[in-house]
T-cell receptor
């Protein structure tokens, strides 16, 4: 069974600090996708990034960066120079093929609550 | 604007009553999903539908039912058989048949059983 572990339940930082959110996954699939979503206090999940299992190149988008390492089954997310608006719950998720092999569902981690204090 | 709408935002139910949560999307997505979120539990899949008139149970389908009569609509009924229905419910949709399954989420419905 596929599994996503976000060991950090809560993280609190002061504005402008860098912060890394950890994500470790388990899968038997050779082809899979990993995702990060942000859930602000309003409740709606916002898609941040998708990464496929064949592309281990790190990605940077503004203050956000992601480090994907298949060797350690990790897909960590770093926010540089954090801001108060970054306060949210962040979820890591893993795509999974259903029995038919042609459709996919997501397995989510339990999320990390990030609080950025001014 | 394209997106997903859920209604109502807050819902209160007495024990023993069935309630239906609405989910509508105008993204022309084939697949739709219902998740339940409890504090500290992350998101758990209740039901999903890949195409009209077809749906599959997720990880926690007991006490819930769905229908998919139209592409844009995927209502969820929380029945009296659901023992602990108080939770935050999220609806999502995505394109079907793609390996990558970027899902778009609605704003959620918070259900409270009185």
């Amino acid at each position: 069974a596929q599994k996503v572990t976000q060991a950090q339940t809560e993280i609190s930082v002061v504005e402008k600090e860098d912060v890394t959110l950890d994500c470790v996954y388990e899968t038997r699939d050779t082809t899979y996708y990993l995702f990060w979503y942000k859930q602000p206090p309003s409740g709606e999940l916002v898609f941040l990034i998708r990464r496929n299992s064949f592309d281990e190149q790190n990605e940077i988008s503004g203050r956000y960066s992601w480090n994907f390492q298949k060797s350690t089954s990790s897909f960590n997310f770093t926010i540089t120079a954090s801001q108060v608006v970054d306060s949210a719950v962040y979820f890591c998720a893993l795509s999974e093929a259903n029995s038919g092999g042609s459709n996919y569902k997501l397995t989510f981690g339990k999320g990390t609550l990030l609080t950025v204090n001014p | 604007d394209g997106g997903i709408t859920q209604s109502p935002k807050y819902l209160f139910r007495k024990e023993g009553q069935n309630v239906t949560l609405s989910c509508e999307q105008n993204l022309n997505h084939d697949a739709m999903y219902w998740y339940r979120q409890d504090p500290g539990q992350g998101l758990r899949l209740i039901y999903y539908s890949q195409i009209v008139n077809d749906f599959q149970k997720g990880d926690i389908a007991e006490g819930y039912s769905v229908s998919r009569e139209k592409k844009e609509s995927f209502p969820l009924t929380v029945t009296s058989a659901q023992k602990n229905p108080t939770a935050f419910y999220l609806c999502a949709s995505s394109g079907w048949g793609a390996l990558y399954n970027e899902q778009f989420f609605g704003p959620g419905t918070r259900l409270t059983v009185l």
